[in-house]
Structures are given as structure tokens and as C-alpha cells.
């Protein structure tokens, strides 16, 4: 497959998930992460990489968001491999504190392709990891103060109601 890409991603034309060799089994927020992308394009209905910036990101935020469900030992944070037995930890996103890693915090905040953390294959993909924060960040906040159980059922209905569309923006 394509060689470029260094992690894991999902192919939504051949409906499979695809993982770099050194990342096979190595984290339940990758797998979760991905797996979730194979959801959310089934429940949306959108059968190409979405174009609008915005959209992705949203899409992206919903993968890492069901990720941090999933992952109960450590759930805020999206990691390479076992964010909490693994030293150094190879965090890829903080979704309780975003900005230390220079993600956007706020809407009024959000990147455009070549700006500080979008650059290369992020600007091509329309900065959707890099803003995906804005929206994950929200969705920590909700979540710490009505518990996973019930955020988990919110953030699902809302993508299963079709209120998301593949023309959203």
C-alpha cells in the first residue's frame, strides 16, 4: 500500500484498516481511533475523504473522542502505544489540555494548511487532526462534568440522528 503514511489509517473505498508494521497491536486508542472512522462513515454516508476542513475535523474528533471512551486507563490521551505502562510516552493528541502540545483550543483559534502544527500531510488532509481539538477539548469538559456513560450516549446519538451529513460544514 501507500508507503507515505507512517501510522495507521483507514481505507474507506476498501472498508479495511490499515497499520504501519510497528504499530500492529500496539494501542487500543490507534485501533479505537480507527475503527471508529469505519463507524462514523457508515452512519454519515459519505464515501470519499470529505473536502471541507471543518468536516474532517469533526470526523477526526468523533475517532479520538469514541478512542478516549474505549480507553479507561488513560482516557484523555491519544497515544502510539499504552499511554500509561509505556515510557516515553509517544503521545500523538491531549484532549484535556490541547495547547500543550500547540493544538487549538478555541474555534477562534483553528489552523489553516501551513500554520503552525499544519504543515505537510496535515495540510493536505485540511488540518482535520490538528483542529479536531477544538471540538474533543468540548467534549472532555462536557464529559468530566455529566460521566462517560452519558456523554458516550449523547456524542453517539448525535451522530447516529443524521444531523451530520456529508455536505456539513
Known amino acids: 500500500e501507500d508507503s507515505k503514511f507512517a501510522n495507521a489509517w483507514w481505507d474507506g473505498n476498501k472498508k479495511i484498516i ?11 486508542d490507534v485501533f479505537a481511533h480507527e475503527f471508529t472512522h469505519a463507524v462514523t462513515q457508515n452512519l454519515i454516508g459519505y464515501t470519499e475523504i470529505p473536502e ?8 477526526e474528533s468523533f475517532s479520538d473522542i469514541f478512542a478516549a471512551y474505549i480507553d479507561q486507563a488513560d482516557p484523555w490521551r491519544i497515544c502510539v502505544e499504552d499511554c500509561v ?9 491531549n484532549l484535556k489540555d ?27 488532509y485540511n488540518c482535520g487532526h490538528v483542529n479536531s481539538t477544538i471540538h474533543t477539548h468540548a467534549v472532555y469538559l462536557f464529559t468530566s462534568k455529566v460521566g462517560i ?4 450516549q449523547v456524542v453517539f446519538n448525535a451522530l447516529k440522528s443524521g444531523m451530520i451529513t456529508q455536505d456539513a460544514d
Open 98 to 124: 490541547p495547547e500543550s502540545q500547540g493544538y487549538p483550543l478555541f474555534y477562534k483559534d483553528r489552523l489553516e494548511p501551513g500554520e503552525g502544527k499544519c504543515v505537510e500531510e496535515e495540510a493536505d
Open 18 to 28: 490499515y497499520f504501519n508494521d510497528s504499530m500492529v497491536g500496539s494501542s487500543v
Open 149 to 152: 456513560d452519558k456523554s458516550s
Open 52 to 59: 471541507t476542513g471543518e468536516l474532517i475535523s469533526l470526523l
Open 85 to 93: 505502562n509505556s515510557f516515553p510516552v509517544d503521545l500523538i493528541r
